[in-house]
């Protein structure tokens, strides 16, 4: 079967917001070509790359592909929405850089499987790891949790810097009993893990229908299904029971616009954990946060991601 492989060149600001518009397109998945991890240091000797070579990274910027079954005829209609899109991201203020996009004919069998070679278990922290389920592990200790994914299902891998800032968060401020909102899941990693840290029960949300299946099938994949509900929502519109921990891994753009609606469903002294924030838009999130009442008790950064963990006092 032949299928369009869709490139864009973009910033690292915008990955995550050109990966949704993809979504949104109807691709599966996305890959995120970014030559940062060429020379990010692992502190682990299990990484989720290795052997990688610099000709297959921009020199600036990212590549953000997708891969569409999307017939030649079609494709004109295809580009000029992606262009529309792309240019309406620039009026949330996001840098997308050159924007260029790049089409190709691919057959299936020539990247179906070839990128797991790729993707390797990954030690979060000493406690949590997350493991591809083709991937043979043996547990460090006997306390490890150990988070299975199927990063072919949608939304990536879950060891992007943003993903891990929030499962980090999640490991430190995650109380026995506690209940969650994770708001924007995507694959509900951190649903999962936030279950396997001892909580009690987790409402799953996200606005597009792949990502709610996606979470779905991951939960049950763990084992963890009975204490989640996935749930297709956008952010925390008619959500009324009071929480103790919402976490939310997406675009700072969006968090800034429903902080007051964290406040109304957090119980006092609740937690909120925000990541998917690149640095140059943390001074906006933080003043969001506090004009909505929250107060940051910590802010923790990978590169140029950062997370912001806030309070209801």
Known sequence: MKWSEISIHTTAEATEAVSSILYEMGAN????????????????????????????????????????????????????????????????????????????????DEWAHAWKKYYKPVHVTDRMTIKPVWEEYEPRHDKEIIIEMDP???????????????????EKY????????????????????????????????DLDEVAVRSAQANT???????????????????????????????????????????YRVLKPEGVFIASGIIQAREADVKKALADSGLVVVETIMIDDWVAIVSKKR
């Open 29 to 108: 998945g996305v890959v995120i070509e970014d030559p940062e991890v060429l020379y990010r240091e692992w502190d682990t000797p299990f990484g989720e790359i290795y052997q990688l070579s610099p000709d297959d990274f921009p020199a600036e910027g990212v590549f953000v592909k997708a891969y569409l079954p999307v017939d030649s005829s079609e494709l004109f209609d295809v580009v000029e929405e992606l262009k529309e899109q792309l240019a309406q991201l620039t009026e949330y203020g996001l840098d997308i850089g050159k924007a260029n996009i790049a089409v190709n004919d691919v057959h299936e």
């Open 152 to 170: 072919g299902m949608a939304f990536g891998t879950g060891t992007h810097p943003t993903t891990i800032l929030c499962l980090r968060a999640l």
């Open 174 to 205: 995650v109380d026995e009993g506690d209940r969650l909102y994770d708001v924007g899941t995507g694959t509900a990693i951190l649903s999962i893990a936030a279950i396997k840290l001892g909580a009690e029960h987790v409402l799953a949300m």
């Open 220 to 262: 049950e994949l763990n084992g963890v299904h009975e204490k989640i509900t996935v749930r297709q929502n956008n952010l925390l519109d008619g959500v009324e029971e009071p929480v103790d921990v919402v976490v939310a891994n997406i675009l700072a753009e969006v968090i800034v616009r429903f902080t007051d609606d964290v």
